[in-house]
């Protein structure tokens, strides 16, 4: 028997097609080597030989076939091999916060073999937050960030497969949900989207140019490069109070500045909030403009809106907390969105396509509680597995 | 091939504990200087990186050239480390 030629793939880490390239090529069997044409100039050198000046990657040479960027179609064509594809999964989670993680909690001790996708942290919002303090079951409060690590070990401990990694589409057909992730497609029988929010930009002139040199919204993470300074958190429920207090820790002074009449915080917070000497509160201040000197933020600009007077904060940097927008982008009109982007769903959680679920903060009438968020996440759970039963019957 | 892996975090960046775990899944090891506890040398992650956020990842490779990474950012980590 002939032997086959070794592929040689062209590519670099960070480029997504390359990674698809290779996923197929290690699922299928096919023997291949990767030149890393960013850290080798050889390579990069024997590749524009090869693609005559072509600097498109993945460039894969296989004999005489030589391919640029190819699809998974032309993949399958190429090597006449029919693409094996992954065993369809169980469950799918989209997202690894409290709502997912608790959710798999539950279907993995129903022997559901469950894989969650994160793309950024696992814990979510959660694990940015820096104390928790109405979680139930943590009389003294817990850490945002240990909650998370908790729910985490909980999970795995039971065989939840966590992996890093993005879904850029979803679509339904026949019983089988297909999630379109930058590693490649996967099938499952049931999805559930738990992907959460994230904090809203104010959207004034010099918040974008100034973001994380002067402009935070991760007190947890930056709050540390303000010791001594003078900041101004902007909002006025729960997480702007509480990251307020937080910051305290470090800044010498801040000022709160709250466009409404009144907070959205909870009492108990608002009355932390006046005990301390700290924080000087500005109710009815819109928050205009964010001035630096180029290379960071010197002032914060507002309006009071009862006297029609400018203010001016001569601050070293702004938090910004001033609500949540869900993450639905990826959905793409695949999935039915209420009016602010988040997810409507039955009142057994499921959205418009079968077998897919929702819960958490990304759901439309979601409370953004952590503890409703688990929740959901058990009932979600629940729904999923009489789902799949029904499915099997 | 990274030489030198230097981060910068803070003990309640839950971004910081990303990076930790993304490199130590590549068995990568590297120092790290939290600066919570040790604040004097905040200024020294915002020197190498112009932001005043962690985490800051300085990747400092075999030919001496060195790679700053800000936030958990594995398009950014992977061909940094490589």
Redesign the interface.
């Known amino acids: 028997m002939k032997k086959e030629p070794t592929t040689l793939v062209y590519g670099a880490d960070w480029c997504p097609d390359c990674r698809m390239a290779k996923a197929f090529l290690e699922k299928n069997d096919i023997e291949y080597k990767y030149l890393d044409i960013e850290n080798n100039p050889k390579y990069q050198n024997d590749m524009l030989r090869i693609t005559n000046g072509s600097k498109t990657i993945p460039t894969l040479v296989y004999g005489d076939i030589i391919t640029q960027e190819p699809d998974l179609e032309e993949l399958t064509n190429m090597y006449g091999v029919q693409a094996k594809k992954e065993d369809m999964k169980e469950v799918v989670m989209i997202g690894a916060g409290p709502a997912a993680l608790t959710a798999s909690v539950y279907t993995t001790r129903e022997d559901i073999d469950t894989t969650l996708i994160e793309k950024a942290v696992i814990g979510g919002l959660a694990a940015i937050t820096d104390w928790v303090d109405n979680y139930p079951g943590f009389p003294e409060g817990i850490s945002g960030l240990d909650l998370s690590e908790n729910l985490r070990k909980q999970a795995e401990r039971f065989g939840a497969k966590i992996e890093l990694g993005e879904v850029t589409g979803i679509s339904a057909k026949n019983g089988v949900v297909t999630l379109n992730t930058i590693e490649g497609d996967i099938e499952a029988k049931a999805v559930l989207i738990a992907t959460g929010t994230e904090y809203k930009k104010i959207g004034v002139p010099g918040e974008a140019e100034y973001i994380s040199r002067g402009v935070h919204y991760c007190a947890t993470c930056d709050g540390a490069f303000y010791r001594d300074k003078k900041i101004v958190v902007v909002g006025g429920g729960n997480s702007a109070v509480q990251e307020a207090l937080f910051l305290t820790k470090f800044a010498s002074h801040i000022d709160l500045l709250v466009r409404g009449d009144k907070f959205r915080a909870s009492d108990v917070l608002v009355h932390e909030l006046e005990k301390n000497d700290k924080i000087t509160i500005h109710m009815n201040t819109t928050t205009d403009e964010i001035l630096g000197d180029g290379a960071k933020v010197t002032s914060v600009n507002g309006t009071n809106k009862k006297t029609n007077k400018k203010v001016i904060f001569d601050v070293d940097g702004a938090f910004v907390f001033v609500g949540l927008k869900p993450n639905t982008g990826f959905l793409d009109g695949s999935i039915d969105l209420d009016e602010y982007g988040f997810i409507k769903s039955t009142t057994n959680l499921e959205t418009n396509l079968p077998g897919v679920f929702a819960a958490g903060d990304v759901r439309s009438g979601a409370t953004m509680q952590i503890a409703s968020a688990v929740g959901e996440g058990a009932t979600a759970a629940l729904r999923i597995r009489e789902y799949l039963e029904n499915l099997s019957k | 091939m990274a030489k030198d892996i230097t981060m910068y975090t ?1 003990t ?7 990076v930790k775990k ?1 490199l130590t899944s590549k068995k990568l090891d590297y120092n790290e200087v939290n ?2 506890e040790q ?1 004097e040398r ?1 200024k020294e ?2 020197e190498v990186s ?6 800051v990842t300085v990747i400092t490779k075999d030919d001496d050239t060195r790679e700053v990474v ?1 936030g ?1 950012n ?3 980590l ?2 940094a480390v ?1």
């Open positions: 803070t309640t960046c839950a971004y910081c504990v990303m993304w600066i919570d604040p905040a992650a915002f112009g932001q005043m956020a962690v985490p800000v958990y594995i398009a950014k992977a061909p490589a």
